[in-house]
């Protein structure tokens, strides 16, 4: 509240020559296509800016701890020394679990991330927390810790997007939409890989694919991949071998590998619970839980340092290098094991790039299985390799054109692009089926919340009973009788009465032509009016949304509702169902419009 009056101050200080050309700015801009694409241009040029920077910062880390070439990513190392692969993530973790403790003792509240920004909140994000999300990101993957930096990019990338564009005073729809283009440009500058971002964009950040965002979101990843390519190129691009193009035959296959690749993300989403909940019961210091997530990293990786990191430099290596069916399936459980006990002991990052890692492995593995139980095949390990990537990550992140793209901008091989797709929409299909979240809507799920994706419901929660209601109805004693009541209202004076009872208390609700309807003898008072009242069990709460109100309209077969509060039943005031049906209808047709492009 003290911000916003200060900045009031502020551009009211202003001359009014100022303040007018302030305001102009600022409408042309929300009115303007060109606008909007100017200032996706500008968030684009800043998640570039801020994802080569969060790079280059972890690759100076990585080479000053592990001692290792600055042209050789961690993961590709060919060992460790013991004293850097415990000292380093033990100490990160150290350093994160104070802030997590300094966190907690400010009861400071957990940061919001660009899905549940862009569903929940109307696009609002907290600068500050983003920033402090990057920090503890780069503090994580430059220890070492099996997590990637993307989820970081994504995330200072949104947070600036949202302060420019509350800045700016954008609509609700435009807010969210640039936030897409800060998180999908943020993605684009890892990848090099304008495509992909901007799909990332649509279907994770966003929850929608719409013309009106198109200009503005691929301006923003363009924007951001050059950025970064002028600076230091793209941390995490994917070159890929020559494939040959697939024959019909092979798309059977890489369904299937779609449906290994959904089991296998599905089976570690569920495990990535369980060893949360484990280190919650086992260790109940904030401060110590990261440092034993950070041991049991470093005992992973003096068998092999491509639990490390992301596992960009395992992953160039590993396309070349000929693996066992053995040496595969450790790979992949060893990292899937280093990934969920570094998120789940408090380490910060993503497992976009780690899901392409171990789903790369996945792959080659399953080209061995194809090779073994169907020779005449002849399916390449290549194409396993990069269609493993992108259904894997379908399991994991979601958005299976985001993954399909990816492929195709790492390959430029439309065949290979088709059974990436094939392939990402059976895994998607079955997670789907089979569990319903992808890892970062599942982790949201266990905080409490419903959300599948971007999509905004957030003006769903927002547009409560308290909003609508009609404050201060026309009460009535339930002990009064018949003709009291009558004397009291008269025909067309109201259409609902609430009963009460002496302190005040809901009882339930008086029709006024119904009571006035009923036959009275002379001298007969009716007995009481509570004998006549409707809903009596059914009521409304303040903080209801919508939804919830519709609901009960539906279940009582009523037309009007009382707003009682909760635990007392005294009457706040009462509801109709034409009302908020028509409120309903208006806010859906304007979250449409805002989708679609019409408003």
Same mark, same amino acid.
């Not at 609002?124 to 970081?152: C, D, K, Y």
């Not at 895994?427 to 999509?455: C, D, K, M, N, P």
């Given at each position: 509240?003290?911000?916003?009056?200060?900045?009031?101050?502020?551009?009211?200080?202003?001359?009014?020559?100022?303040?007018?050309?302030?305001?102009?700015?600022?409408?042309?801009?929300?009115?303007?296509?060109?606008?909007?694409?100017?200032?996706?241009?500008?968030?684009?040029?800043?998640?570039?800016?801020?994802?080569?920077?969060?790079?280059?910062?972890?690759?100076?880390?990585?080479?000053?701890?592990?001692?290792?070439?600055?042209?050789?990513?961690?993961?590709?190392?060919?060992?460790?020394?013991?004293?850097?692969?415990?000292?380093?993530?033990?100490?990160?973790?150290?350093?994160?679990?104070?802030?997590?403790?300094?966190?907690?003792?400010?009861?400071?509240?957990?940061?919001?991330?660009?899905?549940?920004?862009?569903?929940?909140?109307?696009?609002?994000?907290?600068?500050?927390?983003?920033?402090?999300?990057?920090?503890?990101?780069?503090?994580?993957?430059?220890?070492?810790?099996?997590?990637?930096?993307?989820?970081?990019?994504?995330?200072?990338?949104?947070?600036?997007?949202?302060?420019?564009?509350?800045?700016?005073?954008?609509?609700?729809?435009? *807010?969210?939409?640039?936030?897409?283009? +800060? $998180?999908?440009?943020? &993605?684009? /500058?890892?990848?090099? %890989? =304008? @495509? !992909?971002?901007?799909?990332?964009?649509?279907?994770?950040?966003?929850?929608?694919?719409?013309?009106?965002?198109?200009?503005?979101?691929?301006?923003?990843?363009?924007?951001?991949? *050059?950025?970064?390519?002028?600076?230091? +190129? $793209?941390?995490?691009? &994917?070159? /890929?071998?020559?494939? %040959? =193009? @697939? !024959?019909?035959?092979?798309?059977?296959?890489?369904?299937?590998?779609?449906?290994?690749?959904?089991?296998?993300?599905?089976?570690?989403?569920?495990?990535?619970?369980?060893?949360?909940?484990?280190?919650?019961?086992?260790?109940?210091?904030?401060?110590?839980?990261?440092?034993?997530?950070?041991?049991?990293?470093?005992?992973?990786?003096?068998?092999?340092?491509?639990?490390?990191?992301?596992?960009?430099?395992?992953?160039?290596?590993?396309?070349?290098?000929?693996?066992?069916?053995?040496?595969?399936?450790?790979?992949?459980?060893?990292?899937?094991?280093?990934?969920?006990?570094?998120?789940?002991?408090?380490?910060?990052?993503?497992?976009?790039?780690?899901?392409?890692?171990?789903?790369?492995?996945?792959?080659?593995?399953?080209?061995?299985?194809?090779?073994?139980?169907?020779?005449?095949?002849?399916?390449?390990?290549?194409?396993?390799?990069?269609?493993?990537?992108?259904?894997?990550?379908?399991?994991?992140?979601?958005?299976?054109?985001?993954?399909?793209?990816?492929?195709?901008?790492?390959?430029?091989?439309?065949?290979?692009?088709?059974?990436?797709?094939?392939?990402?929409?059976?895994?998607?299909?079955?997670?789907?089926?089979?569990?319903?979240?992808?890892?970062?809507?599942?982790?949201?799920?266990?905080?409490?919340?419903?959300?599948?994706?971007?999509?905004?419901?957030?003006?769903?929660?927002?547009?409560?009973?308290?909003?609508?209601?009609?404050?201060?109805?026309?009460?009535?004693?339930?002990?009064?009788?018949?003709?009291?009541?009558?004397?009291?209202?008269?025909?067309?004076?109201?259409?609902?009465?609430?009963?009460?009872?002496?302190?005040?208390?809901?009882?339930?609700?008086?029709?006024?032509?119904?009571?006035?309807?009923?036959?009275?003898?002379?001298?007969?008072?009716?007995?009481?009016?509570?004998?006549?009242?409707?809903?009596?069990?059914?009521?409304?709460?303040?903080?209801?949304?919508?939804?919830?109100?519709?609901?009960?309209?539906?279940?009582?077969?009523?037309?009007?509702?009382?707003?009682?509060?909760?635990?007392?039943?005294?009457?706040?005031?009462?509801?109709?169902?034409?009302?908020?049906?028509?409120?309903?209808?208006?806010?859906?047709?304007?979250?449409?419009?805002?989708?679609?492009?019409?408003?």
């Amino acid at each position: 509240m003290g911000s916003l009056v200060r900045r009031r101050v502020r551009l009211i200080s202003l001359p009014r020559p100022a303040l007018i050309v302030f305001a102009t700015v600022r409408a042309r801009l929300r009115a303007s296509e060109f606008g909007m694409a100017a200032l996706a241009i500008g968030v684009g040029v800043l998640a570039g800016l801020c994802v080569a920077v969060m790079s280059s910062v972890v690759n100076a880390a990585h080479v000053q701890i592990y001692g290792i070439p600055f042209d050789v990513r961690l993961s590709a190392a060919q060992r460790v020394a013991p004293l850097a692969a415990f000292g380093a993530p033990m100490l990160g973790g150290l350093l994160l679990g104070a802030i997590d403790v300094w966190l907690a003792r400010r009861k400071a509240p957990p940061a919001v991330d660009p899905v549940e920004a862009n569903a929940l909140r109307g696009g609002r994000m907290s600068l500050r927390q983003s920033v402090l999300v990057a920090t503890q990101t780069v503090i994580s993957n430059g220890a070492g810790a099996s997590v990637g930096l993307e989820a970081g990019y994504a995330q200072i990338g949104a947070g600036v997007a949202s302060y420019l564009g509350v800045r700016s005073r954008l609509r609700r729809q435009d *807010l969210r939409m640039l936030v897409g283009c +800060g $998180a999908g440009g943020a &993605i684009a /500058a890892a990848f090099g %890989a =304008p @495509l !992909t971002g901007a799909f990332y964009a649509f279907e994770l950040i966003i929850g929608a694919y719409s013309l009106a965002n198109a200009i503005p979101v691929f301006a923003a990843t363009l924007a951001a991949s *050059l950025t970064t390519q002028a600076i230091i +190129g $793209a941390p995490y691009d &994917i070159t /890929a071998p020559a494939v %040959a =193009p @697939l !024959t019909f035959p092979d798309f059977g296959a890489l369904i299937g590998l779609g449906l290994v690749a959904a089991a296998v993300g599905v089976g570690a989403m569920r495990v990535a619970a369980l060893i949360e909940r484990a280190f919650r019961w086992a260790i109940r210091s904030r401060l110590v839980r990261p440092v034993v997530g950070g041991l049991i990293v470093g005992s992973m990786a003096l068998y092999t340092p491509q639990v490390l990191g992301a596992g960009h430099g395992a992953l160039r290596l590993d396309f070349y290098w000929p693996l066992s069916t053995k040496e595969l399936a450790t790979l992949i459980a060893l990292k899937l094991l280093a990934c969920l006990v570094s998120l789940a002991s408090g380490f910060r990052g993503g497992l976009f790039f780690a899901s392409l890692f171990v789903g790369s492995l996945l792959g080659k593995l399953y080209s061995i299985g194809v090779g073994v139980l169907a020779p005449w095949m002849g399916l390449e390990t290549t194409a396993c390799v990069l269609v493993g990537m992108s259904a894997l990550s379908a399991a994991i992140v979601g958005g299976p054109l985001t993954m399909t793209f990816l492929v195709l901008e790492s390959t430029g091989n439309l065949s290979v692009a088709g059974g990436a797709l094939a392939a990402s929409i059976a895994t998607t299909l079955a997670v789907r089926a089979t569990f319903g979240y992808s890892f970062t809507t599942w982790r949201l799920h266990l905080r409490g919340e419903t959300i599948r994706g971007g999509q905004d419901v957030g003006w769903l929660r927002d547009l409560t009973v308290g909003r609508m209601m009609v404050r201060s109805p026309p009460m009535f004693s339930a002990d009064q009788s018949v003709r009291a009541f009558r004397e009291s209202y008269p025909v067309g004076s109201a259409n609902v009465v609430v009963a009460v009872d002496k302190d005040g208390r809901y009882k339930g609700l008086i029709h006024v032509a119904e009571v006035h309807a009923l036959p009275l003898e002379n001298g007969d008072d009716g007995g009481p009016v509570g004998a006549v009242v409707h809903a009596p069990a059914t009521v409304l709460h303040l903080d209801q949304d919508i939804g919830v109100a519709l609901e009960a309209f539906a279940a009582a077969g009523a037309d009007t509702l009382a707003v009682t509060a909760r635990g007392t039943d005294q009457v706040l005031g009462t509801l109709g169902e034409a009302y908020t049906a028509r409120r309903y209808a208006q806010e859906t047709n304007l979250a449409m419009k805002g989708v679609l492009g019409g408003g």
